[in-house]
Structures are given as C-alpha cells and as structure tokens.
C-alpha cells in the first residue's frame, strides 16, 4: 500500500508564490512517477505537472509553464512543486498522484486513469 499526504496549500494574493509538497509512504519510489493534478470548484480534475522519479524528466501543462516547477528528493520520498505568479484561476484543491505504468517515464502520464494512489488534496486560494 502506498500512502501520498500533500502539504502546503493556502492563501495567498495573485502574484504570490506556494510551495506544495507530496511525502510519499509504504513503498520504495525509484520506479514510480509521481505527478500532481488540481481539481477547482465545478470542473473535472486536470493535470498540473509529472515528474518521472528516477530519471528526473518533467512534463507539465501548458497553463503553468514558466510558472510552476516540480522536483523530488529521493532521500526524503518527497515531491515538490513550486507554484510562482499564481493567478486567481490557479484556485484549485491540488492532488499528489503517483503510477508505475512503464510508459509514464518516456512519454508523460496526464490521465488520472494512470495513476493508482492519491493523496487527500490540499487546499490552494489565490485572491485578486
């Protein structure tokens, strides 16, 4: 079983920065790919941002390129992403999720069907 806890939502004002992070429990995580997704109020749960765990290789949506940096640290089973300029549409409950589909770490994985864990969600605001 594997256990994924997000940390780090919050309030903050447009323009503002978070940092979020994913502590990852239960197993050992060099063979899995870690990704975020955020769900905000009314719409379907999107994917933010996927990082492969041992390679490092990034994939992102196009709406937060140049804005928000994922990364890891592998000593600690932790994943982190960096949200910088945040906007009022970036409100959103954000989700760590983590998949061992062989494919994900070539080609990205940016379908919640790919994933098999995730955590509970944190909470991000951001207020204009």
């Known amino acids: 079983q594997v256990q994924l806890v997000e940390s780090g939502g919050g309030l903050v004002q447009a323009g503002g920065s978070l940092r979020l992070s994913c502590a990852a429990s239960g197993r050992t995580f060099s063979d899995y790919f870690m990704g975020w997704f955020r769900q905000a109020p009314g719409k379907e749960r999107e994917f933010v941002e996927a990082?492969?765990?041992?390679?490092?290789?990034?994939f992102y949506a196009d709406s937060v390129k140049g804005r928000f940096t994922i990364s890891r640290d592998n000593a600690k089973n932790t994943v982190y992403l960096q949200m910088n300029t945040l906007k009022p549409e970036d409100t959103a409950v954000y989700y760590c999720?983590?998949?061992?589909?062989?494919?994900?770490?070539?080609?990205?994985?940016?379908?919640?069907?790919?994933?098999?864990?995730w955590g509970q969600g944190t909470q991000v605001t951001v207020s204009s």
């Open positions: 990082i492969s765990w041992s390679e490092g290789t990034t």
């Open positions: 999720a983590a998949s061992r589909a062989p494919h994900c770490s070539a080609y990205g994985c940016y379908a919640e069907g790919e994933y098999a864990y």
